[in-house]
């Protein structure tokens, strides 16, 4: 049932017309008065026209942003499920209408859904000088704005929580369009034509033998600025700022689109529960920008003024500091190398330079963080730095010496680099399930040292009840005859999957699980969780020179059938004299 705390009666719509836009087109510059959530105020109009402009009546804030985009926000709760105060209920562009009439653009399911015995929602609108439409969401623990800004065919976006919404544990703002305006999205994301799920309600097959969904329209936090789809002469986006109150990292992977018979989906996450290794953040100021254009590519989005609205959880920049690094030695110049920021409060991440690695990371809120180099996804070096605001922190040059990939090895299967890519279906895992039909075999055969190569003899993915033993050949020669330690990096592990080892006759006792996401990961478009090195130290005696084998079978206290089995994702496997 949905509730709502504003009851402000509105006998007649009232309409607020902003400075340098007439009222009424008296020519006269009369004077309009508004019943907002601070009051009645009087504004003065001019003599100039403009469309630029907020309408109210019982139901719905209406705003005109002056560029061909007129939106409405529901005032008040209607009664219905998909629908709350808060949603926007319209949204016409060039006199196209691009909201689902059912549904509403929302956080989650509705403001009135955010949290566990709290309906009431409070919406409320004012204009800030003569340019800016400023609408305010209170639900719960939760605000929201909507703010737009003459000429500008765009809706700005900022939430803000003390409190992590709790009926879904998560917080996400969702675009609903009619899937007739805006056909085209990423297609491992579109359900139409589908036969029916697969995999937990949110997998579903195709009669090819492909699959899809909205978990496989995910992209590395890092690599992507905008997501959005397209229709004829249209596109509708949204631009994220630094999102800094996400949670999980520079490569952090989750669902950002889906298309269904119905509606085009855009999902913006600012906090998402599926794949988390790390505690959501709070108290954070989440801004983003809802764009539409002519379906072309959108540029940076400028949201510095925002800072002149008064929004809760804005820091300045001038509050802000930075930390920039001289260089990075002991790269390895195959990969790119990031460096990553984290604490409790906020998280950030910048790319390290491909020549020396010198690095630089602006507009950080003031405070200690961890700080990580990552040879593409993996850590290999983990210091702490403490930025203040105003100010550049100098970390100087900084010395890799955690490289896994530095050790000579008697052989090696795989990159240390915290990604599975290299390995057979690395390339697919991330748009595709495990049974789809582009999916080479799990199961590929005994993988022989010096002939078999990653990307066709070893696979990305291990589960104990579909490739539950895999077999490596290796030989050995005379002098090799010494204790050797056998390194198995994973990336990411499903229902506390981990690899035993024996190598001929010598069996390793059971390693303890990792760390992992507690949510599905491997059949919803995601290797990434907590890189995890097991070693196993294998006597020299267990040994012979000539060929050897060595058994890598997946383990768990836990069951599971087929790709829901415990199981885990490769990063690379080596060999090494011992320590």
């Known amino acids: ?49 403009s469309t ?19 939106f409405k926000v529901r005032r008040l709760d209607n009664g219905v499920s998909t629908q709350s105060a808060g949603d926007i209920a319209s949204m016409l562009y060039n006199g196209a209408e691009y909201q689902d009439q059912a549904r509403g653009t929302q956080v989650n399911s509705g403001f009135d859904y955010l949290y566990k015995g709290i309906s009431a929602v409070d919406v409320a609108a004012e204009t800030v000088g003569s340019d800016v439409v400023k609408v305010t969401v209170k639900a719960g623990n939760l605000t929201h704005y909507y703010i737009a800004r003459r000429g500008e065919a765009k809706i700005y976006m900022g939430t803000y929580f003390t409190s992590e919404p709790d009926t879904l544990n998560l917080a996400r703002f969702i675009v609903r369009v009619p899937i007739a ?3 085209n999205g990423p297609a491992p994301s579109d359900l139409r034509g589908n036969t029916g799920a697969i995999e ?67 999902t913006y996450i600012i906090n998402y529960g599926e ?18 254009n002519d379906g072309s590519a959108p540029g ?90 105003g100010a550049t922190t100098g970390a100087g040059t900084i010395a890799v010496t955690g490289d896994p990939g530095s050790a000579a090895a008697l052989w090696r299967i795989g990159d240390w680099d915290g990604s599975p890519a290299e390995f057979i279906n690395g390339g697919k895992v991330t748009t595709m399930h495990p049974s789809d039909v582009r999916m080479a075999s799990w199961t590929p055969g005994d993988y022989v040292v010096g002939t078999s190569a990653p990307a066709t003899g070893f696979p990305a993915y291990q589960w104990k ?71 196993f130290d294998i006597p020299a005696s267990e040994l012979v020179v000539g060929q050897n084998v060595l058994t890598l079978t ?15 994702s490769y990063d690379a496997l080596d060999l090494i004299p011992t320590p």
């Open 200 to 266: 937990s309600g949110d997998v579903f097959g195709m009669a090819n033998g492909e699959t899809r969904s909205k978990h496989y329209s995910n992209m590395r936090l890092k690599d992507w600025q905008y997501i959005g789809a397209t229709g004829t002469n249209a596109g509708l986006w949204i631009v994220r700022d630094n999102n800094e109150g996400n949670s999980g990292g520079p490569f952090y992977r989750s669902l950002l689109n889906q298309g269904t018979s119905t509606d085009q989906e855009i």
């Open 275 to 292: 794949g988390q290794t790390e505690a959501l953040r709070t108290n954070i100021l989440n801004t983003y920008t809802m764009v539409f």
């Open 181 to 183: 305006r805006l056909p």
């Open 465 to 535: 009840d579909v490739n539950g033993a895999l077999t490596v050949r290796f030989n050995l020669r005379q002098s090799q005859i010494v204790p050797l330690t056998l390194r198995v990096g994973i990336t990411d592990a499903f229902a506390g999957g981990r690899p035993k080892a024996q190598v001929n006759g010598w069996v390793s006792a059971n390693p303890p699980a990792s760390t992992q996401p507690k949510s599905r990961t491997l059949t919803v478009g995601t290797y990434r969780g907590n890189n995890t090195m097991y070693t």
């Open 300 to 389: 940076p989005v400028d949201t510095s003024w925002l800072g002149t609205l008064g929004l809760t959880g804005w820091v300045a920049p001038e509050a802000r500091g930075a930390v920039s690094g001289a260089a990075i030695t002991g790269r390895d110049a195959r990969f790119a190398y990031t460096v990553g920021f984290s604490n409790a409060a906020a998280q950030y991440w910048t790319a390290a330079d491909a020549v020396d690695g010198h690095f630089t990371s602006a507009g950080m809120i003031p405070g200690t963080y961890t700080m990580k180099v990552y040879k593409n996804e993996l850590a290999v070096d983990t210091r702490t730095v403490t930025v203040g605001a």
């Open 554 to 568: 997946a383990i768990s206290g836990t069951s599971g059938t087929r790709f829901l089995s415990p199981g885990y």
């Open 52 to 70: 630029f402009g907020l309408t109210q009546d019982a139901n719905f804030y209406t705003i005109d942003t002056g560029a061909g985009l007129v």
């Open 1 to 49: 049932m949905h509730m709502f705390l504003r009851r402000t009666p509105v006998a007649l719509a009232t309409t607020l017309c902003v400075l340098a836009a007439g009222c009424g087109g008296d020519g006269g510059g009369t004077a309009t008065a508004i019943a907002t959530g601070g009051g009645t105020r009087m504004l003065t109009g001019t003599a100039a026209v």
